[in-house]
């Protein structure tokens, strides 16, 4: 039985585990905890599950698989692992405010905020690491202002193991006495006939997810993202000559570039179904895996192969896909167009200060990013 997650095998090559991986519907895999699950690693099965009903995100259900002994990451504790209902009624009312078409509008404001790190960057000694200098601050920056938190009090984050619950309290609190134009204010205000409104406690789960994972896993998606491309230098110099490209190449980063591991995806078949045309009895846990369905041949063909100019017949899972689509996607989508875009112009001789294969990745199993990406620019 394989160990899971898979260990990186290089900075930027997939896990060897894949290989052969999709010629079976289901594959037994133990987890951290010594618990066991089924992974399913094809592309239709992964988004039907993740479609079904029948399989849900409450682990706490008895006899499902835990992830590991420690549970005290955020995403196991918080209202993402919601299901049915109560979900669909607290996704909804932050769906009417944190929109694609409002994170549109702050494209202007990240294109400045990006030139002036850029600018940063370029005063930088080198080599500059760019997790430091760019991604982290970026990211930080973006959420920060999108939720209301003054650029004083943003010292506050940096840390996901000791999430900021208390501050986002008392930020909301102030922002119920004295609203402002965030997206706190909106998410306190925002109201429906049949949802009501956000309590006091989904408001500060919820901002407080936001908040993490608006700037962690955009910043390890960036730095992954430069990474890969250096990797290939062919495919970067195309976003310098054709830098109408750099969208779809976002979107063959985001499929190549799988920044958490699909550990974090663990979930419980609440009913007999099946997949992939094989049974799967009630109580059995889960994990539709990301990762592997975005190399699945059945879908992007020549998987492996990464090209910036690939228009594929369906788009990558990275984002998940149906009720809990990430709702952060849209910012990310765009934080990543404007800075990978403007690095591939500002800085065309850009390169790795170390041969790739001397990355490190941290040792955290659901998000192994890199300790530092540094450049020579």
Same mark, same amino acid.
């Given at each position: !039985?394989?160990?899971?997650?898979?260990?990186?095998?290089?900075?930027?090559?997939?896990?060897?585990?894949?290989?052969?991986?999709?010629?079976?519907?289901?594959?037994?895999?133990?987890?951290?905890?010594?618990?066991?699950?089924?992974?399913?690693?094809?592309?239709?099965?992964? $988004?039907?599950?993740?479609?079904?009903?029948?399989?849900?995100?409450?682990?706490?259900?008895?006899?499902?698989?835990?992830?590991?002994?420690?549970?005290?990451?955020?995403?196991?504790?918080?209202?993402?692992?919601?299901?049915?209902?109560?979900?669909?009624?607290?996704? +909804?009312?932050?769906?009417?405010?944190?929109?694609?078409? &409002?994170? @549109?509008?702050?494209? *202007?404001?990240?294109?400045?905020?990006?030139?002036?790190?850029?600018?940063?960057?370029? +005063?930088?000694?080198?080599?500059?690491?760019?997790?430091?200098?760019?991604?982290?601050?970026?990211?930080?920056?973006?959420?920060?202002?999108?939720?209301?938190?003054?650029?004083?009090?943003?010292?506050?984050?940096?840390?996901?193991?000791? *999430?900021?619950?208390?501050? !986002?309290?008392?930020?909301?609190?102030?922002?119920?006495?004295?609203?402002?134009?965030?997206?706190?204010?909106?998410?306190?205000?925002?109201?429906?006939?049949?949802?009501? &409104?956000?309590?006091?406690?989904?408001?500060?789960?919820?901002?407080?997810?936001?908040?993490?994972?608006?700037?962690?896993?955009?910043?390890?998606?960036?730095?992954?993202?430069?990474?890969?491309?250096?990797?290939?230098?062919?495919?970067?110099?195309?976003?310098?000559?054709?830098?109408?490209?750099?969208?779809?190449?976002?979107? @063959?980063?985001? &499929?190549?570039? /799988?920044?958490?591991?699909?550990?974090? !995806?663990?979930?419980?078949?609440?009913?007999?179904?099946?997949?992939?045309?094989?049974?799967?009895?009630?109580?059995?846990?889960?994990?539709?895996?990301?990762?592997?369905?975005?190399?699945?041949?059945?879908?992007?063909?020549? *998987?492996?192969?990464?090209?910036?100019?690939?228009?594929? $017949?369906?788009?990558?899972?990275?984002?998940?896909?149906?009720?809990?689509?990430?709702?952060?996607?849209?910012?990310?989508? /765009?934080?990543?167009?404007?800075?990978?875009?403007?690095?591939?112009?500002?800085?065309? @001789?850009?390169?790795?200060?170390?041969?790739?294969?001397?990355?490190?990745?941290?040792?955290?199993?659901?998000?192994?990013?890199?300790?530092?990406?540094?450049?020579?620019?």
């Amino acid at each position: !039985m394989h160990e899971y997650p898979f260990r990186w095998p290089s900075p930027v090559d997939q896990p060897a585990e894949w290989a052969g991986l999709h010629e079976e519907p289901l594959v037994p895999v133990r987890l951290p905890s010594g618990d066991t699950a089924l992974l399913i690693t094809r592309y239709d099965d992964v $988004r039907a599950v993740l479609a079904d009903h029948r399989v849900s995100k409450n682990r706490g259900r008895k006899g499902a698989a835990r992830m590991t002994e420690n549970k005290q990451k955020i995403f196991q504790q918080t209202p993402v692992a919601m299901h049915g209902a109560e979900h669909t009624r607290v996704r +909804r009312l932050i769906g009417k405010t944190f929109t694609a078409k &409002r994170v @549109e509008t702050l494209r *202007p404001r990240i294109a400045e905020i990006v030139e002036e790190l850029l600018d940063d960057v370029a +005063r930088a000694p080198q080599p500059v690491d760019i997790n430091a200098t760019f991604s982290f601050p970026l990211t930080i920056r973006v959420i920060c202002e999108l939720l209301g938190v003054p650029a004083e009090e943003r010292e506050h984050f940096g840390d996901t193991s000791s *999430p900021p619950w208390g501050y !986002m309290r008392e930020l909301i609190e102030r922002r119920r006495a004295e609203p402002g134009d965030d997206l706190i204010s909106d998410l306190i205000a925002v109201h429906d006939a049949e949802d009501g &409104r956000l309590s006091t406690e989904e408001l500060v789960w919820w901002c407080t997810l936001l908040l993490l994972a608006g700037y962690e896993t955009t910043a390890n998606q960036l730095s992954g993202s430069v990474v890969l491309l250096l990797h290939n230098p062919a495919e970067f110099a195309r976003l310098r000559t054709s830098p109408e490209l750099v969208p779809a190449a976002v979107e @063959e980063l985001l &499929r190549c570039q /799988v920044v958490g591991s699909s550990l974090s !995806m663990l979930r419980v078949v609440t009913e007999d179904i099946e997949v992939g045309g094989c049974p799967v009895p009630a109580g059995t846990s889960v994990i539709p895996a990301l990762d592997a369905a975005n190399f699945d041949p059945s879908a992007f063909g020549c *998987p492996a192969k990464f090209d910036v100019d690939r228009a594929p $017949r369906r788009p990558q899972l990275t984002f998940s896909t149906g009720q809990h689509f990430c709702l952060g996607a849209p910012l990310a989508r /765009v934080q990543l167009q404007e800075a990978i875009g403007r690095l591939a112009q500002r800085f065309p @001789e850009l390169r790795l200060a170390v041969p790739t294969q001397e990355l490190q990745r941290t040792e955290d199993i659901f998000f192994p990013a890199f300790t530092a990406v540094p450049l020579f620019l």
